[in-house]
């Protein structure tokens, strides 16, 4: 008995399967590392950042604005930069190698899109045969009108576009100015729906843009050169009205497509947009325009909103000047009562062939 149970084998232990690393949750999609579930968090938090980030970039690439909220959002894309570079952040804490190249995308893209434009170079053969400086001012329904005008006194600009003017602000102006500034085109309402343009040269050919607010235009002799005006107010983006921002938007670029009588053309006003905005670059490729803050180095100086805790954050204050134009200097001034900066430009008039 003894001898049978010596010759009989030993029972083996039974296999069990290899067991993980301790802290690790498994095996991972293939081709990228196991997710630690301490790095769960930080690649959840780097996806909810990217979120925003990734779509107003990508409508920014495509060239649209897109529906609300984008083209809210679109304004304020350089500081989308922000979480885009914190999802950078997480998602290389948490390993994640897809996730990283997506972030690290979308920070790129935002951030190429946030660079202030470089200016053209320019080279003057002749003086000019003008010099002209451009105020743009948006009085907000009139309550900066006091401000407007120690702030016209002071710097002595030649043409005015003033937004927001209602009735009271612009009998105020013209009979200011009825020596310096004795041309205007206006559009005459209460509110906002008022504008008016002050000009120290002859006008002709006054015509009206259709918008919700007023946007007149006209066309001033300078130094005996035809020069096509065009105030610009259209609505802002407003949920639920970007529609109709993008309508009236179209038709300042209707307008400035249009054959003028001569080269030159300034275009000026509160756009309600900024240069991320494809409708406002629209404006400037139908009219062979460029951004006077662009020219001078300023392209990324904000405007609006110059009123609350905050300091502006976003440009939509333009003054857009045809090839006729070249520009020695932008500066943007506040004015005390208007949620808005004033743009002020100094421009040389050329012949413009």
Same mark, same amino acid.
Not at 88 to 99: F, K, P, Q
Not at 154 to 180: H, I, N
Not at 222 to 238: E, K
Not at 254 to 266: L, M, N, Q, S
């Given at each position: 008995?003894?001898?049978?149970?010596?010759? =009989?084998?030993?029972?083996?232990?039974?296999?069990?399967?290899?067991?993980?690393?301790?802290?690790?949750?498994?095996? !991972?999609?293939?081709?990228?590392?196991?997710?630690?579930?301490?790095?769960?968090?930080?690649?959840?938090? =780097?996806?909810?950042? *990217?979120?925003?980030?990734?779509?107003?970039? =990508?409508?920014?690439?495509?060239?649209?604005?897109?529906?609300?909220?984008?083209?809210?959002?679109?304004?304020?894309?350089?500081?989308?930069?922000?979480?885009?570079?914190?999802?950078?952040?997480?998602?290389?804490?948490?390993?994640?190698?897809?996730?990283?190249?997506?972030?690290?995308?979308?920070?790129?893209?935002?951030?190429?899109?946030?660079?202030?434009?470089?200016?053209?170079?320019?080279?003057?053969?002749?003086?000019?045969?003008?010099?002209?400086?451009?105020?743009?001012?948006?009085? #907000?329904? !009139?309550?900066?009108?006091?401000? *407007?005008?120690?702030?016209?006194?002071?710097?002595?600009?030649?043409?005015?576009?003033?937004? #927001?003017?209602?009735?009271?602000?612009?009998?105020?102006?013209?009979?200011?100015?009825?020596?310096?500034?004795?041309?205007?085109?206006?559009?005459?309402?209460?509110?906002?729906?008022?504008?008016?343009?002050?000009?120290?040269?002859?006008?002709?050919?006054?015509?009206?843009? $259709?918008?919700?607010?007023?946007?007149?235009?006209?066309?001033?002799?300078?130094?005996?050169?035809?020069?096509?005006?065009?105030?610009?107010?259209?609505?802002?983006?407003?949920?639920?009205?970007?529609?109709?921002?993008?309508?009236?938007?179209?038709?300042?670029?209707?307008?400035?497509?249009?054959?003028?009588?001569?080269?030159?053309?300034?275009?000026?006003?509160?756009?309600?947009?900024?240069?991320?905005?494809?409708?406002?670059?629209?404006?400037?490729?139908?009219?062979?325009?460029?951004?006077?803050?662009?020219?001078?180095?300023?392209?990324?100086?904000?405007?609006?909103? =110059?009123? !609350? $805790?905050?300091?502006?954050?976003?440009?939509?204050?333009?003054?857009?000047?045809?090839?006729?134009?070249?520009?020695?200097?932008?500066?943007?001034?506040?004015?005390?009562?208007?949620?808005?900066?004033?743009?002020?430009?100094?421009?040389?008039?050329?012949?413009?062939?």
């Amino acid at each position: 008995m003894d001898r049978v149970l010596a010759a =009989a084998p030993e029972p083996q232990p039974r296999a069990t399967p290899p067991h993980p690393p301790a802290g690790n949750s498994g095996p !991972g999609p293939a081709g990228a590392p196991p997710l630690r579930p301490g790095h769960r968090p930080a690649a959840r938090a =780097a996806v909810l950042l *990217l979120a925003v980030p990734a779509v107003v970039a =990508a409508c920014r690439a495509l060239d649209t604005d897109a529906v609300t909220p984008v083209p809210q959002l679109l304004s304020f894309l350089p500081w989308l930069t922000v979480p885009a570079g914190l999802a950078v952040l997480l998602a290389a804490a948490a390993r994640r190698r897809v996730l990283s190249f997506v972030a690290v995308t979308v920070l790129g893209t935002t951030a190429w899109a946030s660079l202030p434009y470089v200016p053209d170079p320019v080279t003057l053969i002749a003086p000019p045969e003008a010099r002209v400086r451009v105020l743009a001012a948006n009085v #907000e329904f !009139g309550e900066a009108t006091g401000a *407007l005008v120690a702030t016209i006194r002071r710097e002595r600009p030649t043409l005015v576009y003033v937004s #927001e003017c209602d009735r009271a602000c612009g009998r105020t102006l013209t009979t200011t100015f009825a020596a310096e500034l004795p041309h205007h085109a206006s559009v005459a309402a209460d509110g906002s729906a008022g504008s008016v343009l002050l000009s120290a040269h002859p006008l002709r050919d006054r015509r009206v843009v $259709p918008a919700t607010m007023g946007m007149p235009g006209a066309t001033a002799v300078i130094a005996g050169r035809p020069v096509d005006l065009q105030l610009a107010h259209p609505m802002p983006p407003l949920p639920g009205q970007t529609g109709l921002w993008k309508e009236e938007l179209g038709r300042i670029r209707d307008a400035v497509a249009r054959p003028a009588e001569g080269p030159h053309r300034i275009v000026a006003g509160d756009f309600n947009a900024s240069q991320d905005h494809a409708a406002f670059r629209r404006i400037l490729d139908a009219g062979h325009l460029q951004d006077a803050a662009r020219l001078a180095g300023e392209s990324r100086t904000p405007t609006w909103p =110059a009123e !609350g $805790p905050l300091p502006p954050s976003v440009q939509i204050d333009h003054v857009l000047v045809s090839d006729g134009f070249t520009v020695r200097a932008v500066r943007f001034l506040a004015l005390a009562g208007s949620d808005h900066r004033a743009v002020l430009a100094d421009l040389d008039l050329h012949d413009g062939r």
